[in-house]
């Protein structure tokens, strides 16, 4: 069993507790697991703040670019706290419930939107030993907790009382029952070429050969087409333009988040970033091999090595690959969104049932028939 | 059915204040689920009392008002309302003015069609068409600008000529805007008319049949994306067009049905490369000569009446005119296109998607500053 994340934190706070004279491994393993997991969360929390107030700046910047315009600049070097300071802005606003809403579910609403953006992260492995948990069923969690987003929407559109948010929250009712299905097929896919249903495992699966044992090399063609129909299906379930149908702002106004506003608005905003960041996370980790990758942690020369990462500079190297595959895809889904124009409830339905499914079957099955032959 | 189950149709008011309804326009639509069964548009939040002003102030004075019937289209109206004027008083206006007003009108229309497509484009979704749109209408703006000094509420044309002589500074600018437009319209393709989506989401929807098209008086880009070839530039050509060369843009139905909204917004694309065509024309073959006629500070009209119809970039601008020998009009009646193309609206969104309700409304593309006056 590697070291995982909060062992590591562990480790850390034993030291840390020695210098002060008390002995941390003294107390009970509960405490110490609950506490290191908690130290882990929080980290990756901060992270998760980090990086959406970092990708909003990015999208209003390369929206300028694609539109021939400057985007912000003003607040700091290239106007990179701007997002920081419209955070600070909107948190500050005063908080607004409409009197016909539901005032409980209308607070629960984003809430369990962002819960279910984040939770996957406990499973994401940056690399071997940077993961929160390793556990054997993470593909699982990670969809399970992907589709809690979904109810809280509903809930927003629902508890808002207002007729454009409710026809958000349907729409992505609507929107959901379709690309569930072929994000799970080009998932399977993978599971049977790997055999596992751990990312760590899947990853581990991937080492080797530069970039040729990835998954969308290895199991090529297979594996190749399920990734387009993985993030495909995933822009429908980030709520992406062209799949913006539960927010088109063309029609519903502001769709399900019509109605909110300061800190709660926040949080939709934060989740949508962290569902961007979660899904690209994952076409990375499942079909562009994690931590292996382009950045190479030995240097080797006919048989010669000459230098070799340790475990340190591994870890970080491999976080390092991981988040730039990861930013790469995101950039992508930025440069969709201010390209296409967005497609009808109609036309997803379409494309996700008749179009995705079909051609994720075919890959299952190719996988799978590609597994048997020896 | 068990009586949980029962479900209903829910009025929604899409408007006054709602992003895609071109300003003020208030549609109450009866949705079941994303279906549309039936819409009934509701105008006059824009309301002015523009014919009844025009009856009180005298011909001069009213020629401000027109910008603010199609605020898109200013020097549109305003040549609309200058020539219906002339007529009706006899007044002899320089060739050079005509061709300058022709100019101005054309290059209006380019504007108003870049803003068509930028607008038509965010209605499908599409945020970067809107930008591209505004930033070659800059170009346009900064040549009104020389040419008048508005950049909004253009006023160029005058009651007997226009407001100054045309520069060639102002010539050149144009001459390189337009070089430039060419160019930027292959572009345009490429982001929009061509992409899949788009085509998708605007081939076959809110279909108008030609002879519904008549029925209901459609003119402009409207009823020409429909495969009417008419327009009040060839039909009754009036300042300066029986001598230029331009084609008569229609749709034909070339991505689904012919008058579905992709065609009318075709044909407005199309009509832009048309406008620059007769710019460049005009731009040639200027003529010389004095740029405004002597017309008396205090115009009298003699008892007469007129109906002249322009072409402005939604459709027919027509000036009904009753004067009675004095400085003011005894009727000004106004025929604001976006009016008469609004009204198909409630009978072509019946049984269509949430969606398409704002495609369509985008794709006739009405302005409620006219529709309302």
Known sequence: MTLNLVDIINQVLEWASGLVGLRYAALPELVRTASGMLIACAGLLGYVAVLAIFFIWAERRVAGRIQSR??????????????????????????????????????????????????????????????????????????????????????????????????????????????????????????????????????????????????????????????????????????????????AESELVAGYHTEYSGIRFVMFMLSEYTTMYVISALTAILFLGGWHGPLPRTVAWDGQIYWQAGPVAGNLIGAANVIGKTFFLMFVMLWFRWTFPRVRIDQIIYVCMKMLVPFGIVTLVGAAAWALIP | MPEALKT??????????????????????????????EIYPYIGYLHRCK??????????????????????????????????????????????????????????RIASHLLSFGTFGMETGAFTPFFYGFREREGILSVFEKMCGARLTYHYARIGGVMRDLTAEIAAETRTFLDD??????????????????????ANVGIISPDRAIAYGLTGPSLRGSGIAHDIRRAEPYACYDQLDFRVCIGRGLRGTIGDSWDRYWVRMLEILESVKICRQVLDGLPEGPYRAKVPRDLKVPANEIYFRSEAPRGELAFYLISDGTNKPWRCRIRGPSFCNLSIVSEIIRNCLVADVVVIIGSIDVVMGEVDR
């Open chain 2, 51 to 108: 014919e009844k002003i025009g009856e009180n102030v005298t011909y001069v004075q009213f020629t401000p008002y027109t910008d603010r019937l199609d605020y898109l289209a200013a020097m549109n109206n305003n040549v609309g309302w200058v020539i219906a004027v002339e007529r009706l008083a006899g007044i002899e206006v320089p060739p050079r003015a005509t061709w300058l007003r022709v100019l101005a009108a054309e290059l209006n």
């Open chain 2, 8 to 37: 209903d149709e829910i009025l929604v008011n899409m408007g006054p204040q709602h992003p895609s309804t071109h300003g003020v326009l208030r549609v109450l639509l009866k949705t079941d689920g994303e279906w549309v069964r």
């Open chain 2, 181 to 202: 437009m060419e160019h930027r319209w292959v572009e345009y393709n490429a982001l929009l008319s061509d992409n899949e989506i788009f085509v998708r989401r605007s």
């Open chain 1, 70 to 247: 400057q985007g912000p600049n003003r607040v700091g070097p290239q106007g990179i706290l701007q997002s920081l300071a419209d955070g600070i802005k909107l948190l500050i606003k005063e908080d607004i419930i409409p009197d016909t809403a539901h005032p409980l579910l209308f607070r629960l609403a984003p809430m369990l939107v962002f819960m279910g953006a984040f939770a996957p992260f406990v499973v994401l492995p940056f690399s071997e030993n940077l993961v929160v948990s390793n556990m054997s069923l993470g593909v699982y969690y990670a969809l399970s907790f992907a589709a809690l987003e979904v109810i809280g929407v509903i809930m927003a559109g629902w508890a808002s009382n207002n007729k454009w948010s409710l026809y958000g929250g349907m729409r992505l009712a609507a929107q959901m029952m379709s690309y569930e299905i072929p994000i799970g097929l080009s998932i399977l896919t993978i599971v049977v070429l790997t055999g596992s249903l751990n990312l760590s495992h899947i990853v581990s699966d991937q080492q080797g050969a530069w970039i040729f044992r990835w998954n969308i090399f290895r199991g090529f063609p297979w594996a190749f087409f399920a990734m387009f129909i993985f993030y495909i299906a995933g822009l429908a379930s980030s709520k992406r333009t062209p799949f913006d149908l539960p927010e």
